[in-house]
């Protein structure tokens, strides 16, 4: 049985923070342990460009990306770990998909509408300062996915409708040209939670409100300090719904432990005492990790190499076959295959055709019919006077009449009585089809 593709990218624009680690690589690394699935994870940093210019932090979070995924436990033994950028065939596809994208679709994408509605709530004209790849991500981004046939993805809630997409485009793609695409499912876990960041909202390189993973120990601190809360005193009863502290322990604790910090914001712990437990808490889970990631960033070329490699493999025994069929399905082929006379290609085609006669008057006045399928010329007549003559030959010839002793026309170039006695078969049947049909 074929193994289970999940595939599970992060864009390389800023530090990873909290929100990264257990909303993906956490999930990921724990689903990499099963025998009957193939993973890849990938540094998305064509994704990057769309939000970020800044070539020196676009560099900077790719290594800090891939040092985490390392640094959390990924074996790049068994599974593939790869950088966006270094499979060029994934661009290639981007174009390819790009060209069966319904562009009322893309219209429609959260993240464009979003910045459509933005600007309309400002006055503005609906793309001011949209770039055409925060357009077209949607379909790079179905690339990522369809180029390898992967067949879950695990995301977000807010990322389902790219998934979908990329199901659309797929879906398309085959239609015209084949079945080429394994159609990708959304994968959504339930116990895997979408974690506040310090102002309440989201976890997000977008709103700046991040705790990154491997902060150090002070600095973490210090964040966690700063998360947002109410007002309520030291004694006085906190509410778990809604406290982007509790949200937080809960994504680190056990059931137990959870319970236990629920109760003591029932007895109304104190806020900087809930903030110091949720340090060590998490500081508990993280320590190990950053020290990992910390030697793995002293060592950027060797990351590199591991990324490169990655890449190498994965080109040779998927993204390079992959794209030389897609090229050649949609058309984009070799030339020299191209059919001249006498070509064996062009044989074969011509065979596939239907025959047809073609009746015609030439320069000296005369009325002919040929036989032809395809290209080639398997009968041609002498002239009739009339066209009448011509015709009456035809309808005969059609009704299986040729007669042994046929004089009236000849086989063309290198073609022999059975090729024609079997093109007229065919001739014939599918004209009784054709009648059958009518009737
Ligand atoms: P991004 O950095 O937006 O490319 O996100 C990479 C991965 O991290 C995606 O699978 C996201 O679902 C996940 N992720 C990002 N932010 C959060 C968050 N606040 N909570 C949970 N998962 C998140």
Redesign the pocket.
Known sequence: MSKTRIL????T??TP????Y????RPALASAQAADVENFYFL?DF?ALVKCGDPARVQRSTLEIAATWLACGLDVEKNWFYRQSDIPEIPELTWLLTCVAGKGLLNRAHAYKAAVDRNRAEGEDDDAGVNAGLFMYPVLMAADILIFNANKV???R??IQHIEMARDFGQRFNHLYGEHFVLPEVVIDDN??????LDGR????SYDNTIPLFAPRNELKKLIAGILTDSRAPGERKDTEGSALFQLYQAFASKEETAAFAQAFADGIGWGDAKHKLFERIDAEVAPLREKYEALMAKPAEIEAVLRDGAARLRATHATPTLVRLRSAVGLRDLSTVAVDGDKTEAKKDADALPAFKQYRDADGKFYFKLVQGERVLLQSVGFDSPRDAGQRVAAIKQGEVGDDASDFLLGEGVTSAEVNAALAAFVAAALEGEGGKA
Not at 192 to 197: D, F, I, K, N
Not at 202 to 205: H, L, R, T, Y
């Open positions: 599970t990218g992060i864009t624009s800023g923070h909290l929100g990264n257990v909303g993906a690589i998305a994704h695990p995301v977000g807010d990322q895997v939670a979408t974690l506040p960041g989201k976890m997000s390189k």
